[in-house]
């Protein structure tokens, strides 16, 4: 086998580049990150999932949109007496119900009239006459927002915990990994529910810090909080190995400070496993927050949530399915988008990955 | 990823469509249903009594509404119909349907009391040989003890007993004994000395709250270690937000030879009693045998469903009740008459009707129709710019409002219309939606500060001083338990109460006060009362409803039940 160019980086990306090796021809040095790029975009599956992903939040970032021009009414406004104009008749929106000459009449909300009604119901209505499409599109943009932030909160805080306990060692690394052994210890769910019903009743007055119980807040840092040991723990394993690393050696050899060593030296280099954690854990908060929402102990009502959306249409099973079948579809497409994105990009990243590519 | 990966995921997509298009088709054949069937709901009809046709295991599909199983504490219809047949006052109702189910009799008392010319005396004799399920013979001074426990345990059926001698001091101190009640365990005399004639002063006695418990009960919530019994039944377990047992009191026979004979023994051996959060969850596992009887109002999206399939299971019933909302006279914007008007002009009773699945009476009264003080009014019709005029007029436009409720069956929906109203009116209103086994402790406590939500009332006996006294009066404001939400304290309104208080009998005359209070009460907006509701009970096809009897107080009497 022939030897590179003394100047070029052999990566063993692709099969063009062994060719090359082979055949001697010059190749140019690429960062990782450009690599990493190369293999992501073959990878057409986890693409179309980037895609899908982005078409859910745009479409929901468009709620307000659809709510002004389109449904003529916002998520929360109810409309139990209107009736709605479809193909020509006049209808209830929510059917009148009771006991009519001695018998038992059910109390329904129309189902969805798709494009029947001008753009009104098009996914049918709840109980209060409240426009489903509107609420699963504003649901919607409640749990992404609950979604991302809270991923962006625990990445951040178990990063900086992973990089203090891996890079000190001693007494602080043993406290560090004692408080994620403590939330091992309990199921996240249960956590979850204990925490979100705690404060989704009174709300936070810590100091200076008050939320109320129906912030969305509460849930995203419920969220964030429960799921830091289980970012942190993998990641603290890797500073610890990168700690023994020559290039941390020679940047302590060089006086650089604790401060620089971390966030110049070892952050860069968990910086893709942070990445995919990121994106899996987006998809696990989603289903996190549909299922404390669900329970009551997430998003509180009246704000709509894929969760909420779950829990008001479970009452309409029987008649009206489509109404909790809708938000755990939408649910389903967000997590099942990225978490196949989140693989590829692992793919992409993981320097494992590269070594499977070679064989 | 691998192609073996990329076709894993794509089986995975194919696998969870297919499963959600299975999970529709099942779900979509259920809702067909037929709305013009023949069979018809019955209402109970009056006359029946209790039949003697024991069976083994009574099964309740229940809701989460128990707050306590403690006679001293519980103020819920899902504790009062447990308890009914357990705890036994000295005075009590008749187990039968209809209007005769209000007619006092005697249960630990040998008989009705004596009263004395100026009202204000009443003494009873206890029966002798009584004991509780425990075996421990029941003694006139518990009776005493029962009362001064509830003053002890702030309970929220203090309010009743403020008129008897000796009340007011031991309600500060709770020490030392009430001074108005004496008992004589040899003879059994009990003498109760009131500060003044009180019309509804022998229903009060018949309420759980002057059900008889032994002396030495502790002074705390007894709700998971059941405090022995008197009644046919006694409560073996119970497990908040899970189950509750009820099995039959050994000691019952003894007791009924005392002379009782208006308890009935009660049919089931024993009753279990599931605690389920969902409506629709109770009614599928009652429809499919798994309960026997559903507490839970059905869904309304399933009434043709059980109309058409399950007429014959199933029984309407309208108790006299009165839903509405309360509003903190105490906080801002409630503080201020025009912005409880302005409630009261913003929402469409229509509408709230309809929430409830049309199973309901729009009203604007306090008292239920089902009173003969009961008088129409209609000082609040739908008005909704009128309602925003007043919200300007204040100057509380903008004002935060937080609306409480609890998460059961269709109350969370009136919740979230009243917020959707309160927001069009010009207010920054949030829902609170708290369990409801806690809920009306919480919004009972005045350092919980609720400032609007919520309420519903079932008379505990039938006498307008149960609505005014108990829910209106300013005088029975308490800080914690208390039942005045409203905080309701208006001078000239307590005074009338005051005085209606001592008429001993509800003449035409004294009805028609009633109805002018009544609209007096509107007249300050205490409250938004928005329906009257029916009911439905749901029972599994093995129940025999001729032995269903449905009280006028107690509602649907689980122990007079029998199986076919």
Redesign the interface.
Request: aromatic share 2%; hydrophobic share 40%; glycine share 14%.
């Given at each position: 086998m022939a030897q590179p160019a003394a100047e070029t980086e052999f990566t063993l990306d692709t099969a063009a580049e062994l060719a090359a090796d082979e055949s001697g021809a010059v190749i140019r040095g690429r960062s990782p990150w450009y690599l990493a790029w190369r293999r992501l975009r073959r990878?057409y599956?986890?693409f179309a999932c980037l895609a899908l992903f982005v078409l859910i939040v745009v479409v929901c970032a468009l709620a307000p949109v659809y709510a002004r021009h389109v449904a003529h009414t916002g998520p929360?406004?109810?409309h139990?007496?209107d009736q709605i104009t479809v193909n020509g008749q006049r209808i209830d929106v929510?059917s009148?119900?009771?006991?009519?000459n001695?018998?038992?009449?059910?109390?329904?909300?129309v189902g969805p009239e798709w494009f029947a009604a001008g753009g009104r119901y098009v996914l049918g209505a709840d109980?209060?006459g409240r426009d489903i499409a509107v609420r699963l599109l504003y649901g919607g943009r409640t749990s992404l927002i609950v979604g991302i932030v809270s991923s962006l909160i625990c990445v951040v805080v178990a990063g900086i915990l992973a990089l203090l306990a891996g890079f000190y060692g001693g007494w602080l690394d043993f406290v560090i990994t004692r408080f994620f052994d403590l939330f091992y210890a309990f199921p996240v769910i249960l956590l979850g529910i204990a925490l979100g019903a705690a404060l989704a009743?009174n709300g936070v007055h810590w100091g200076p810090i008050k939320l109320?119980?129906?912030n969305i807040l509460i849930p995203t840092l419920v969220i964030s909080y429960v799921l830091i040991p289980y970012v942190g723990r993998p990641l603290r394993g890797q500073v610890l190995s990168l700690r023994q690393k020559e290039f941390v050696e020679a940047a302590i050899a060089q006086g650089a400070n604790p401060l620089r060593i971390m966030f110049g030296e070892l952050l860069p280099n968990v910086a893709s496993s942070i990445l995919v954690f990121f994106t899996l854990i987006i998809a696990n908060n989603i289903v996190l927050e549909a299922a404390l929402s669900f329970l009551?102990a997430g998003v509180?009502?009246?704000t709509a949530s894929w969760g909420t959306l779950i829990s008001d249409g479970?009452?309409?099973?029987?008649?009206?399915?489509?109404f909790a079948?809708m938000p755990?579809?939408a649910i389903?497409l967000t997590v099942?988008a990225l978490n196949?994105f989140g693989?590829?990009l692992r793919?992409a990243l993981d320097p494992r990955a590269k070594v499977?590519i070679e064989h | 990823m691998t192609r073996r990966q990329r076709w894993t995921w794509l089986l995975s997509v194919g696998a969870l469509i297919a499963g959600f298009a299975l999970l529709a088709a099942a779900c979509g054949s259920k809702s067909s249903s037929n709305a013009n069937n023949n069979t018809t709901s019955s209402a109970s009809s009056g006359g029946g009594t209790a039949q003697n046709k024991p069976f083994a295991n009574f099964r309740l599909a229940y809701d989460t509404g128990i707050d306590f199983l403690d006679p001293g504490l519980s103020y819920t219809v899902e504790g009062w119909a447990i308890m009914w047949n357990t705890y036994l006052p000295l005075l009590g109702y008749k187990h039968v349907n209809g209007p005769d189910g209000a007619t006092l009799v005697p249960y630990l008392a040998k008989d009705l009391p004596k009263v004395s010319s100026d009202g204000k005396t009443y003494t009873f004799t206890l029966r002798k040989g009584l004991k509780y399920s425990d075996g421990t013979p029941v003694k006139a001074t518990d009776f005493r003890a029962t009362i001064e426990r509830d003053y002890k345990l702030d309970s929220p059926g203090v309010g009743f007993f403020g008129n008897i001698v000796g009340a007011t001091q031991f309600s500060k101190t709770k020490k030392g004994h009430l001074t108005g009640i004496t008992a004589n365990d040899k003879t059994g005399a009990i003498t109760i000395k009131l500060t003044q004639a009180q019309g509804d002063f022998q229903n009060i006695l018949a309420t759980e709250f002057s059900a008889l418990v032994p002396a030495a009960t502790p002074a705390k919530d007894q709700s998971t270690s059941p405090i022995p019994s008197t009644g046919p039944y006694m409560i073996q377990s119970y497990k908040p937000n899970r189950q509750a047992i009820v099995v039959r009191n050994p000691q019952w026979k003894s007791n009924k030879g005392t002379g009782i004979t208006d308890v009935p023994d009660g049919n089931p051996d024993r009753m279990t009693i599931d605690i389920l959060g969902d409506d629709g969850v109770a009614l599928t596992r009652t429809l499919r045998g798994q309960d026997d009887y559903d507490f839970h109002q059905p869904p309304p999206d399933r009434l043709n469903t059980l109309q058409s399939k399950y007429s014959n299971q199933t029984k309407v019933y309208t108790p006299a009740n009165t839903y509405y909302f309360f509003m903190n006279t105490r906080l801002k914007p409630f503080s201020d008459l025009r912005v409880r008007q302005a409630v009261n002009y913003a929402i469409n009773r229509q509408a709230l009707v309809r929430i409830y699945g049309g199973l309901a009476n729009p009203t604007e009264n306090i008292l239920p129709p089902t009173y003969p003080s009961y008088k129409k009014h209609a000082l609040y019709p739908y008005n909704l710019s009128k309602a925003k005029q007043l919200v300007q007029q204040s100057g509380m436009k903008g004002t935060s409002v937080t609306v409480w409720n609890h998460d059961r069956g269709s109350d969370p929906k009136a919740t979230a219309y009243l917020t959707d109203v309160l927001n069009s009116i010009g207010f920054k209103a949030k829902e609170k939606i708290i369990n409801s086994s806690v809920y009306w402790t919480t919004v009972g406590n005045q350092a919980t500060k609720a400032q609007i939500g919520f309420a519903d009332w079932f008379q505990d006996y039938p006498h307008p001083l149960d609505w005014f006294d108990v829910l209106l009066n300013g005088t029975r404001i308490t800080q914690t338990h208390n039942n005045n939400y409203s905080n309701f304290d208006n001078k000239a309104i307590n005074a009338k109460i005051a005085s209606l208080k001592k008429q001993p009998k509800l003449s035409s005359q004294v009805n028609s006060q009633w109805a002018a209070l009544d609209q007096q009460v509107m007249s300050q907006a205490a409250w938004a009362p928005f329906i009257n509701r029916q009911f439905v009970d749901t029972f599994n096809s093995d129940i025999d409803l001729s032995c269903y009897i449905n009280h006028v107080l107690y509602q649907f009497d689980f122990a007079t039940i029998c199986h076919k």
């Open positions: 990878n599956v986890a929360n406004n109810t139990v007496l929510v009148k119900g009771g006991v009519l001695g018998k038992l009449v059910a109390s329904t909300p109980t209060l009743i109320n119980s129906g009551g509180q009502p009246p479970q009452t309409l099973i029987v008649t009206r399915p489509w079948i755990g579809l389903v099942l196949v693989d590829g793919d499977k | -």
